[in-house]
Each structure stands twice: as structure tokens, then as C-alpha cells.
């Protein structure tokens, strides 16, 4: 069985969009960032909705696991206190554009909010 391409591709969506902007994310170049043909990442993702709805779902299950790694325990089993001290230490590193980029359009799109909820 071949590899998957699917994070090979998103790492290159996200490549291209913290270089260029979300305007700058297609299937075109995603492909020449990955190095993948646009059939073989329209094979991965068959829309752009779909793209940008795993790099959230793949952003979002990044800071679920920075926000587990600072509280240092099963966030059920923390308290408030520490569960807001965890998400103050993740949100005080210096977020990239990639990151700002995501947050804003997951505010026009309630399927792309949904992945941080």
C-alpha cells in the first residue's frame, strides 16, 4: 500500500499560505508546492472547501495537543484555574500568519468553526 500525500499536501497548503494569503491557496499551487499533480491532490481533496476544512481540523488537533501539553493533565480531570492558565500559556506564543489567516476565515464559516469547538 502507497503512503498517503494528504499531510504531505497540507503542509504545503500551509506553506503556501502563510507565504501568499488565503487567495493564494488552489489546487494549482498546492500542487506545485507539494509537488503532487492537482489530480493526485484532487484525489486527496475533492473541493477547496474540503482543503481548508482538514488544515482546520488539523490546526484545531495542534492546539488541542499544545493545550493538553501545558496543562499536564486530562483537561476533565483539571480544574478552571488550570485549564485557563493552559490556554494563556498556548496563546501567549506568537501566533503565525498561517494562524490568523485560519482564525478569520473560520469566523465566516460555521463548518470551519466547528473543528475548534
Do not use: C
Not at 497540507?10 to 506545485?32: P, R, Y
Not at 482538514?54 to 493545550?67: G, N, P, T, V
Request: proline share 3%; hydrophobic share 45%.
Amino acid at each position: 500500500m502507497r503512503p498517503s500525500k494528504r499531510d504531505d499536501i497540507l503542509d504545503a497548503a500551509f506553506a503556501v499560505l502563510e507565504s501568499d494569503g488565503i487567495a493564494a491557496v488552489t489546487f494549482d499551487s498546492v500542487a506545485k508546492a507539494s509537488g503532487i499533480t492537482k489530480g493526485g491532490l484532487i484525489y486527496h481533496f475533492s473541493s477547496k472547501q474540503g482543503l481548508f476544512q482538514a488544515m482546520h481540523d488539523r490546526k484545531a488537533a495542534q492546539w488541542e495537543e499544545q493545550l493538553q501539553e501545558k496543562l499536564g493533565t486530562h483537561p476533565e480531570t483539571a480544574t478552571v484555574a488550570e485549564r485557563v492558565a493552559a490556554y494563556a500559556r498556548v496563546g501567549a506564543h506568537r501566533a503565525t500568519r498561517a494562524d490568523l489567516l485560519l482564525m478569520l476565515s473560520a469566523a465566516n464559516t460555521p463548518s470551519f468553526r466547528a473543528s475548534y469547538s
